[in-house]
């Protein structure tokens, strides 16, 4: 007996194939992640990780839900989740406009890639820790931190616009120049 294959509803199967047509720099690796169940009726999700010189820069998740039902708080059926996770250098934990500017990174990529969306909404959080007895003493005792951008939205139009700007986002929290066309940017290192 052969295993039942699922159709997908042609809105699904066209944001998934807009996901598989995005352009990936070569600092990025992206590879199939789980997706949550209940969220929605179809639901498909990717994981992303910026690497340089072996060392991780920044990581994220895109999830892709799709209820042909619609979503009341959507706006819609079809919708992106995301988050984005980067270390945050020492100079970066405790300046107040971290926040702001760590959102900047996903809306003005979203808005140089020209896409329209709607119902749009998230967070940016930043984590700091400070060491203290022991681990006070030398680098350790430096604050450390982290930042998590997490945005939804509904996509208006195809989807690898969308996924193309939440990728060049992931790679400007990774502290990557912007990539253009034709243009190889020089190792950070060398700079």
Not at 164 to 176: E, H, M, R, V
Request: net charge negative; proline share 8%.
């Amino acid at each position: 007996m052969a295993p039942e294959v699922r159709q997908f509803p042609p809105e699904f199967a066209a944001a998934l194939d807009g996901v598989r047509a995005v352009n990936v720099r070569p600092e990025l690796s992206l590879m199939e992640a789980p997706a949550p169940a209940k969220l929605a009726p179809f639901a498909a999700a990717v994981a992303a990780s910026v690497e340089e010189a072996g060392s991780e820069l920044a990581r994220g998740r895109l999830i892709v839900l799709y209820d042909p039902e619609g979503h009341e708080a959507w706006d819609g059926c079809l919708r992106l989740v995301t988050y984005i996770r980067t270390e945050l250098e020492d100079e970066l934990v405790t300046d107040p406009m971290l926040p702001e500017v760590a959102w900047g990174w996903l809306a003005d990529s979203l808005a140089e890639h020209g896409v329209a969306l709607t119902a749009g909404s998230g967070t940016v959080t930043r984590v700091q820790s400070q060491g203290f007895g022991e681990l006070a003493d030398g680098a350790a005792g430096e604050p450390e931190g982290e930042l998590e951008i997490r945005a939804s939205w509904c996509p208006v139009g195809g989807v690898t616009a969308h996924v193309q700007a939440w990728l060049d986002a992931l790679c400007t929290a990774g502290g990557l120049p912007p990539a253009s066309p034709g243009v190889r940017a020089l190792h950070r290192r060398l700079r």
